[in-house]
């Protein structure tokens, strides 16, 4: 042999010995909608099958037999294919557990960390596993990277009539269990579960006290988490540093901004630890990411309507008509006509033959989809917060609302298009207004007659109380917040109020300007 080829060998092999190794990625999925003795779900097994193919697109190790449905999702086949997951990877690998399906509620059994004196659960076809238990498990597997996201609920408690069906919430009634029926896993305390840094919690609700429902999405039921989450994991969440890796603080600021869109302030997800610079999955190659810049255009696609007990009046402009996977649901009850939003939320009365009061409405949907669109992932989400909560607000009702940039801080830029979101301050030009279930247009700030600065100096932005009158049904309060006073807009909408502009005339108005939307559904009664 050559002195040469034996220096080339020598010198091949402390190249390949000094590669570096990248992390591999591995996913355990679970979804469960045919119970033996809770009630059956509609949407679990669609948020499984899609989380499944979104993540083997992403090239994320999940193999068949980690994927387990319906009675293949007993408590010692999920425990089981944890554990082989965690026996095939490697440390510094990321472990992803993704569970759809019901939760619950046991009594607290040692460690006795529960203050309500109750262990949440996860509830499979056979069996069951605490909070306590997963804890436990992640502990075990302290050398690698896990997350973990659970789109179920552990409580009963409605705020309002939150599913149109029992069947669709993800919930199962609190009962007595016998611990000596299970196996009984190593246990952490869930005090502990802040001290596991290398465990990312996502779950379906902030508060144990909302029910999660499953919602038409993509035109099947799904959890709003899942559909929202398989959207990140497309690039969706991409703050527009394009570095192929989805952080906790990317996640922190798309789910709870989209759920809580969708769902209409019904569900706000928790993501634990709160949004860090930390990595928490790699999206593969550049080929998963979208271009997130807002469209400046107009969302001109029909809006979906379902009729039922009569028909539409005639003259309705875009518009088509579905059976199934609406936008908008109208009910006919002559000589009126309720109208009723995806989430099955009373939204607005119209009579049932004039075709005006129909449109209006249906602007009124096209006009948010249009303004949802503006939603940009490279800034800051905007914060609108309810002092008096998602329940259903009756006539003469004071509600005081607050309107801030989300905490923390972006720290992308684009150099070619020459901004850099990096404060809450470059952001403070505020404009805000109201739309009514009947489509009324209400101009709310910067008013002219009351002094209103067109710059807020300080946020929060505290409105000045709003009173409940009718029309009642679903109001939709949005806020735009600039880099410098949109004047154009704000004339667009002064002027046009109480009536609706066109989706188009309101993005060219905004056509060069920085701005961020943000949009808050509330409800009101008699």
């Known amino acids: 042999m050559s002195q040469k080829y034996t220096i080339f060998i020598l010198f091949l092999y402390l190249t390949l010995y000094n590669l570096p190794v990248f992390a591999a990625q591995h996913a355990l999925v679970v979804g469960i909608d045919e119970y033996q003795n809770e009630e059956k779900l509609e949407g679990a097994v669609n948020d499984a099958t899609l989380l499944r193919d979104t993540l083997r697109g992403i090239r994320v190790q999940l193999p068949d037999e980690r994927v387990l449905l319906d009675s293949q999702a007993t408590r010692d086949k999920v425990i089981r ?34 203050e309500d004196g109750k262990d949440e659960t996860l509830i499979l076809y056979q069996g069951r596993i605490t909070d306590d238990e997963l804890t436990g498990l992640f502990a075990e597997a302290s050398e ?62 902030n508060q144990d006290s909302i029910s999660i429902c499953e919602y038409e999405l993509g035109g099947k039921l799904h959890g709003a988490l899942s559909w929202f989450f398989a959207k990140a994991l497309k690039g969706e969440a991409n703050d527009g540093t394009n570095n192929w890796q989805l952080t906790r603080g990317e996640l922190d600021d798309y789910l709870p901004e ?20 930390q990595s928490v999955i790699s999206l593969g190659s550049e080929s998963a990411y979208h271009d997130n810049t807002p469209p400046l255009r107009p969302d001109n696609s029909a809006i979906a309507i379902k009729v039922e007990n009569g028909s539409a009046p005639p003259g309705l402009k875009r518009i088509r008509q579905v059976g199934g996977g609406f936008d908008l649901r109208f009910v006919v009850k002559y000589p009126y006509t309720e109208v009723f939003n995806h989430t099955n939320d009373k939204i607005a009365t119209v009579s049932s033959h004039k075709t005006d009061q129909w449109q209006r409405v249906i602007d009124k949907k096209q006009l948010l989809k249009t303004l949802a669109d503006q939603f940009d992932m490279r800034l800051r ?61 209400q101009f709310l700030y910067p008013l002219k007659d009351r002094k209103h600065s067109p710059i807020i100096k300080r946020f929060p932005y505290h409105l000045p109380p709003l009173t409940v009158v009718p029309p009642f049904g679903g109001d939709n309060l949005v806020a735009v917040l600039c880099t410098r006073p949109p004047t154009r807009l704000q004339r667009l909408l002064q002027e046009s109020a109480p009536h609706l502009p066109s989706p188009a005339q309101v993005i060219e108005t905004l056509h060069d300007q920085r701005c961020q939307v943000g949009q808050y559904a509330f409800f009101s009664g008699e």
């Open 144 to 205: 690698y990277k896990i997350l973990f996201v659970a789109d179920s609920c552990h409580s009963g408690g409605i705020t309002r009539s939150a599913c149109r069906n029992s069947r669709w919430a993800r919930y199962s009634s609190y009962r007595s269990r016998s611990r000596s029926a299970f196996p009984t896993l190593f246990k952490q305390s869930d005090r502990d579960m802040n001290k596991l840094s290398h465990v990312t919690y996502i779950t379906a609700a």
């Open 381 to 441: 989400p905007i914060r609108i917060e309810l002092r008096e909560g998602p329940d259903l607000h009756r006539y003469g009702e004071r509600l005081h609302f607050s309107i801030a940039p989300a905490a923390g801080s972006k720290r992308s830029c684009d150099k070619g298009l020459g901004w850099c979101d990096s404060t809450a301050s470059s952001f403070n030009a505020m404009t805000l207004f109201n739309l009514a279930g009947n489509g009324d247009l």
């Open 81 to 114: 294919a944890w554990r082989e997951m965690v026996t095939q990877a490697r440390p510094r690998d990321t472990l992803i557990f993704t569970y759809s399906g019901h939760g619950g509620q046991e009594t607290d059994a040692h460690p006795f960390d529960e």
């Open 258 to 277: 989209k759920v809580r869109d969708a769902t209409n302030n019904k569900q706000t997800p928790k993501l634990l630890p709160r949004g860090d610079s």
